[in-house]
Each structure stands twice: as C-alpha cells, then as structure tokens.
Nanobody
C-alpha cells in the first residue's frame, strides 16, 4: 500500500526552527520527485519546494529561499524539510506529495504553528 506520512510539526516561536519528515511506504521515493506543500487557514494549498529523483535537484519558492531546505535520506525512504527563521506567516498544515502513475498521493499533513 502506497503511503506518505508527515511528522515533526508543532508550535514554535518566531525565529525558531523545525524539521519535518515525510516517510514513504509501498514505493522507493528516490525514484520520484517529492514536493512539500502547505495550506494556511482559508487559503489554497501552495507548493513550497520539491526535490527531484536521482541526483536530487531542488526547487524552492521565493518566499522560503534561504530559510527552508529539502533533502532526501534514501536509506530511510524519507524526505526532510528543514525550516529555519520561521515567521508567523509560515503557520500552515504542511503536506508532502508524490505523483506516481499519473496520480497524486498526499500524506495526512502536519500542523506548524509559529507564534509567540
């Protein structure tokens, strides 16, 4: 059964850091591009970064460049999202995604709240 599971969210103060994980089961994620998205309350889900398959080229949305980093651990079948210098506007539910066989697969999401 193909599944993505996110974890690592929580409450953090502005300027703080969190590391989210996206662990796959049912497929080897190193063969696929993996994306991270987020959805803030009342807003559409938005792509923030992704890592390609193979050598792992990355794409970052402008609003996270210099603050967020995506990486892959193939041995753990996991993609990491390191988030630094967090801002209140980063508050959202964060999801990972893979497109496989023409279908999009999503995890259940993990809540990130940035507040003092």
């Amino acid at each position: 059964q193909l599944q993505l599971v996110e974890s690592g969210g929580g409450l953090v103060q502005p300027g703080g850091s969190l590391r989210l994980s996206c662990t796959a089961s049912g497929f080897a994620l190193n063969y696929y591009a993996i994306g991270w998205f987020r959805q803030a309350p009342g807003k559409e889900r938005k792509g923030i970064l992704c890592i390609s398959n193979g050598v792992g080229g990355t794409y970052y949305a402008d609003f996270v460049k210099g603050r967020f980093t995506i990486s892959r651990d193939n041995a753990k079948n996991t993609v990491w999202l390191q988030m630094n210098s967090l801002k209140p506007e980063d508050t959202a539910v964060y999801y990972c995604n893979v497109r496989l066989g023409g279908s999009d697969y999503w995890g259940q999401g993990t809540q990130v709240t940035v507040s003092s």
